[in-house]
């Protein structure tokens, strides 16, 4: 006697998301994971395409028919121009990819907020207990060694606390968002989030948690201030104390970091604004040349990787994208998705956490958590 197993569709599709998140996660201890981020995730959205809502956008679909066909011209030309062909499709399936996960509405991401919700406290415990020892021990050269040597990041002390930046925390600040705007409050998963960004050091998560709150509370700090305009005595100072402790910490880090990070990155403006801005230089374009800091030959990420895409596709390209994925969310009665997505493009400009499966992945959580 047979035993038949039924897998429908919508486990199948929680199997390979299951799969990608974990490799994005815990692709810093095993390097080896990489290699199944993209191809899980591209199955999963082959899988959710039925969930995929075109008919409330009418004018999205010809601006994203023209968006494909622009973007196959410049890798054509670009190809021609010599550029790697495996560089070019790597974008091209990016920038493709992005907009049509934004069209995903699963009605059952559920589960698919469940895993990821687990695999992420055990991302976030690790990241704290390396932190926490780290910190008592205030010695980080074997944990750097170890990060160095495999590829996973880098982990160091600046002025005294712990920087763990290593793959797969960049997803972070966008759980903490999701999670608050889901339940509409500060949960103890939403904080082990933002807490676990703020352990990574990174001042690029720093500003995305500050951005996202001057955004949700703003408004209503607004309104709240023209019914009590007396207690402005009060509101004044604190919001000058917060701000001044923000812009300390903000001058501080760069200060710090200027002779090498953000010396850097004057030096790709330079590198990556050499290109038409109109329509680029190509997708897939190779970067070539350097300087002081740095030799870019053959490089595909940036910490200006919004200036990546620019020098690829230029004002065009980049416009379109982005009119892509913000119709979407301008055009609906709420503004929280836009507000979350805005605050995502604003604190991965300056880093590299833009444009790859990290947009993908921002992308589906802000569409089918934020209501």
């Not at 590829?151 to 290593?166: E, F, M, S, T």
């Not at 509101?235 to 701000?243: A, E, K, L, T």
Request: charged share 15%; aromatic share 16%.
């Amino acid at each position: 006697m047979c035993m038949k197993i039924r897998i429908n569709k919508n486990t199948l599709a929680c199997a390979f998301w299951t799969v990608s998140m974990m490799a994005y996660m815990f692709q810093c201890y095993q390097r080896e994971l990489a290699t199944l981020i993209v191809p899980c995730l591209a199955t999963f959205l082959l899988l959710e395409s039925n969930h995929m809502k075109f008919q409330s956008y009418r004018s999205w679909m010809p601006l994203y028919c023209f968006f494909f066909f622009y973007l196959t011209i410049s890798g054509i030309i670009s190809y021609i121009n010599g550029s790697s062909i495996g560089s070019m499709l790597r974008f091209y399936l990016i920038l493709l990819a992005i907009p049509l996960a934004q069209c995903v509405r699963e009605p059952n991401f559920h589960a698919e907020w469940i895993v990821l919700k687990i695999l992420a406290v055990v991302k976030a415990s690790t990241v704290l207990l390396t932190w926490i020892d780290v910190f008592i021990k205030q010695d980080y050269q074997s944990y750097r060694m170890w990060a160095k040597s495999t590829g996973a990041g880098d982990i160091y002390i600046l002025n005294g606390i712990p920087r763990v930046q290593i793959l797969g925390t960049s997803i972070f600040v966008t759980l903490f968002i999701c999670e608050f705007m889901k339940e509409r409050r500060l949960t103890f998963y939403g904080a082990l989030m933002a807490v676990t960004a703020l352990a990574a050091g990174n001042s690029a998560y720093v500003l995305g948690i500050f951005a996202f709150v001057v955004f949700y509370y703003g408004p209503v700090l607004l309104k709240w201030i023209k019914k009590k305009h007396w207690k402005l005595i009060f509101v004044i100072p604190i919001s000058i104390v917060m701000v001044t402790v923000f812009g300390f910490y903000s001058l501080r880090s760069m200060k710090v970091k200027a002779e090498f990070s953000n010396a850097v990155r004057v030096e790709q403006i330079q590198v990556l604004t050499e290109t038409n801005p109109i329509i680029g230089s190509g997708l897939g374009h190779n970067v070539s040349g350097g300087g002081v800091w740095r030799q870019y030959d053959g490089d595909t990420y940036f910490e200006l990787q919004t200036l990546y895409i620019y020098n690829q596709i230029g004002i065009i390209g980049l416009g379109t994208f982005y009119l892509l994925t913000l119709i979407p969310y301008a055009r609906q009665k709420k503004r929280k998705k836009l507000m979350c997505y805005i605050t995502y493009l604003i604190y991965t400009f300056f880093n590299p956490y833009c444009f790859d499966s990290t947009h993908i992945f921002a992308v589906l959580l802000i569409t089918n958590c934020v209501e």
